[in-house]
């Protein structure tokens, strides 16, 4: 069942696949003061018209309260904030942003394993044999992991693509694990502005996406780390209960189900 659900957590609106968040005003907090997701709806429809109808039907009110809007990198899903939350400041969500890194790395070492070899990666491959850690975060690999990258980009003196694509995508993570938020944005300004001219072609591509993305990929850093945390926290639920439940034929069933486990019942905006 095609659908989208609509969640809230603390600081804003988020859009995620399926989901939008809203202030902690309306969500209310925990007792340590901290934002907590809820469900706010479920609607069928997957696209920006699915948020732009959703989000124009909330009133005038609902909106204005919006201050914040995160979201992964559709252009539907940026335009339905630009149409109906023109105030609020959007935010590129930080997992989406490194998803892309990795998955630039991971194209670039595919493509050179063919290029090389002739065919996919098999077990005996230097490349393949280190797929695993080339998405893992370099401060987190223990010395023999480095070792293995090391033996694995020198193997060949034409690794070396595949060398500089993997410092790439770990200089853009880095830009979520400084010390501070300017520190941050610094960094994010650098890969900004040297990504796209990188003679390797998936680099150069994310380098391009990101500059199309400019705005909403510094908002991380304008609105203190806003993200997508709590609304996945609310799609891990919807999913977990989906396939408990073994899929819904109704979706009337669905929405109301999801709602009772996402605490999105007592909304006012449902009444």
């Known amino acids: 069942m095609r659908s989208t659900s609509i969640g809230i957590a603390g600081g804003g609106v988020g859009v995620l696949s399926r989901l939008f968040r809203v202030p902690v005003g309306v969500c209310g907090a925990d007792a340590d003061g901290r934002p907590r997701a809820r469900l706010l709806d479920l609607v069928a429809g997957r696209s920006g018209k699915t948020y732009r109808d959703w989000l124009d039907a909330r009133g005038q009110q609902f909106r204005d309260g919006v201050k914040e809007a995160t979201l992964d990198p559709f252009h ?7 149409d109906q939350l023109a105030d609020a400041v959007a935010v590129l969500d930080a997992f989406h942003v490194v998803k892309l890194a990795t998955t630039a790395v991971d194209e670039c070492r595919r493509r050179l394993q063919h290029q090389i070899h002739g ?29 293995r990258l090391a033996t694995a980009f020198t193997a060949d003196e034409r690794h070396v693509e595949v060398e500089v694509a993997y410092r790439c995508a770990q200089q853009l993570r880095s830009v979520y694990h400084q010390t501070s938020h300017a520190a941050g944005r610094r960094i994010a300004i650098q890969v900004l502005d040297t990504f796209a001219g990188c003679p390797i072609p998936e680099i150069a591509r994310l380098g391009r996406t990101l500059r199309q993305w400019r705005r909403e990929f510094l908002g991380y850093f304008e609105t203190g780390g806003a993200s997508n945390g709590g609304t996945e926290a609310v799609n891990g639920l919807i999913e977990l209960h989906r396939r408990i439940a073994r899929g819904f034929r109704n979706l009337d069933n669905y929405r109301l189900r999801m709602l009772l486990i996402g605490g999105g019942l007592t909304h006012p905006h449902l009444r």
């Open 119 to 147: 065919h996919r990666g098999r077990k005996t491959d230097p490349l393949y044999r280190i797929r695993n850690l080339l998405r893992a975060g370099q401060e987190r690999l223990t010395d023999r992991q480095r070792d």
């Open 76 to 82: 539907g899903y940026k335009n339905a904030i630009d």
